[in-house]
């Protein structure tokens, strides 16, 4: 048994899904599509969505794709329109856009903060606003994937902390609303995956200057997994460690070249 879900459970169904051209929402567009669900896309890059497309497509599912920012609302519109032109009622629509760069609060500008709100927060707003007349009533299922920092401070994180936490209560503000109209709305905490830990060591570790341990505690917050803290500390350090001795290898060459004697332009010299 390769699933525990029974073959083609979703034939027949159709999900769209924002910011799903990699990471959790590319997995989540693979894994509908193979249990038979229809399958449209929404990113920003055009050759994002062709790749994902081209490689759901590569594992004999359905999909096709829309570039456009879930921050312009006529962008989703237009897409979840098209949709619903190409394939019917919308049974599964995900909102995983997100944007993320790590800073103290005095430490960013109210642009950045504002891109984060405007990406997170405004644009579930849209993709659910946009959506609502090409939802499937009753049965639509609407899922928001937000993170812990919803309900706990972060440092270097005002901005994501406040965008989740108003994607949850207008999830759940959506789920009151629309839920006689047997539309559901839940929220999905995934937490980091492996790959994304190291990315955060390295960002949290190399604009902050942080020492590996203090880093390791930033980023263990977001695990759920205790299992596997050990391991993954394992890697995290070793990815240090070997961006240390990168770092001082070109220190090194550096210094060599500077206190290198010229070399001779002519017998003369």
């Not at 609502?132 to 049965?139: C, D, E, I």
């Not at 759940?172 to 955060?200: C, F, H, K, Q, S």
């Amino acid at each position: 048994m390769s699933s525990i879900f029974r073959d083609h459970l979703f034939a027949g169904k159709v999900a769209f899904l924002t910011g799903a051209t990699s990471g959790i929402g590319l997995t989540i567009a693979e894994r509908f599509a193979a249990l038979g669900a229809r399958i449209a896309l929404m990113s920003r890059k055009q050759e994002k969505v062709d790749a994902a497309v081209a490689g759901v497509l590569a594992q004999g599912g359905s999909a096709f794709g829309f570039a456009g920012d879930v921050r312009n609302y006529a962008d989703v519109d237009a897409a979840l329109t098209q949709t619903r032109a190409q394939a019917g009622e919308i049974d599964f629509l995900f909102c995983i856009a997100a944007g993320n760069f790590p800073a103290p609060a005095l430490g960013m500008s109210a642009n950045g903060f504002k891109s984060v709100i405007d990406i997170d927060l405004l644009g579930t707003f849209n993709t659910c606003r946009a959506a609502y007349a090409h939802l499937r009533k009753p049965g639509a299922s609407i899922i928001s994937i937000s993170a812990n920092h919803a309900h706990q401070p972060y440092a270097f994180q005002a901005h994501v902390c406040a965008a989740k936490a108003g994607v949850d209560l207008l999830t759940r503000t959506i789920a009151l609303e629309w839920g006689r109209e047997g539309i559901r709305a839940n929220i999905i905490y995934p937490g980091l995956d492996r790959g994304e830990l190291v990315e955060w060591v390295e960002r949290f570790y190399g604009e902050y200057y942080f020492r590996p341990k203090a880093a390791w505690r930033v980023v263990r917050k977001a695990l759920f997994d205790a299992g596997d803290r050990k391991r993954l500390y394992k890697e995290a350090r070793e990815y240090l460690a070997l961006r240390s001795k990168r770092k001082k290898f070109v220190a090194d060459e550096r210094a060599k070249q500077t206190a290198a004697p010229p070399v001779p332009t002519s017998a003369g010299d």
